[in-house]
């Protein structure tokens, strides 16, 4: 089956049943999420051989443009989901990919800081990152964060940025409040506060201090094209299916 049928037999059923509450009533859109994954639309952008759909961006924004028409507030969400599995895919452990690729999990972006930039503190092997993130789109909804903070080691020069994967479920972490966001109602988006949280060594992706390449060349043209194809959703047709 290919990912747009996949795509048509969600989008008419669950994923547009979430669309009105999400824009009526701010309810995020959990069972038009839920169905995406089930359908392999979260694991879309994961590698075949561990279950995902093995596609690319543009196949990625063709998704989103067409949830967008549906329900605005899942498109967003998908749009900070494949946002961050670009850096999980090519950083992150076989296990979270393989949970990704079956629709078990969901990831979201938590890169602006809401307050001093977070700080990483190593000791053996934890890690305690404390701050705040503000914009987080699916904030208490998703399984996991793309988080920055400052480089955990000292030998990191100047302007260094260090990322890494965080449970939801971290003690420590949490939504302070569900305030009003800049993406779409239902959409979840809040600020989320590790204060502190002690993550693994291991949930770093790609080199302490590396973080900065990883967000210009993967996560920043990721949310550029996926963006542009929301913004476009009121100006040209979607076909729901082909």
């Known amino acids: 089956m290919s990912y747009r049928t996949a795509l048509a037999h969600v989008l008419t059923g669950a994923v547009a049943s979430g669309g009105e509450p ?36 543009a196949e990625a924004a063709d998704v989103v443009a067409r949830v967008a028409h549906v329900c605005p507030a899942a498109a967003t969400v998908l749009r900070s ?7 999980v895919e ?12 079956a629709g078990r999990h969901l990831c979201s972006l938590a890169l602006e800081e809401d307050g001093p930039e977070t700080t990483a503190r190593r000791a053996g092997e934890v890690v305690t990152l404390q701050g705040r993130k503000r914009h987080v789109v699916a904030a208490g909804e998703a399984d996991s964060y793309l988080w920055s903070s400052g480089p955990a080691g000292a030998g990191v020069g100047p302007g260094g940025r ?7 479920h971290a003690p420590d972490l949490y939504v302070p409040a569900r305030a009003a966001g800049p993406g779409p109602s239902g959409s979840a988006t809040s600020t989320v506060c590790a204060d502190p949280v002690r993550v693994p060594a291991s949930a770093r992706l790609g080199e302490d201090g590396g973080g900065e390449r990883l967000v210009r060349d993967l996560v920043l043209p990721w949310l550029a094209e996926l963006a542009a194809v929301t913004d ?8 729901v299916a082909s």
Not at 162 to 168: H, K, Q, T
């Open 22 to 57: 999400a824009r009526m009533h701010g309810r995020f859109p959990r069972s038009g999420v839920t169905a995406l994954g089930r359908a392999g639309l979260l694991g879309l952008t994961i590698a075949p051989e561990l279950g995902g759909g093995g596609r690319g961006l």
């Open 81 to 87: 989901h494949y946002a961050a599995v670009a850096v």
């Open 90 to 101: 090519v950083c992150g452990g076989a296990w979270v990919r393989a949970e990704i690729a």
């Open 162 to 168: 260090s990322l890494w994967l965080v449970p939801a």
């Open 232 to 239: 476009r959703t009121d100006q040209e047709p979607v076909l």
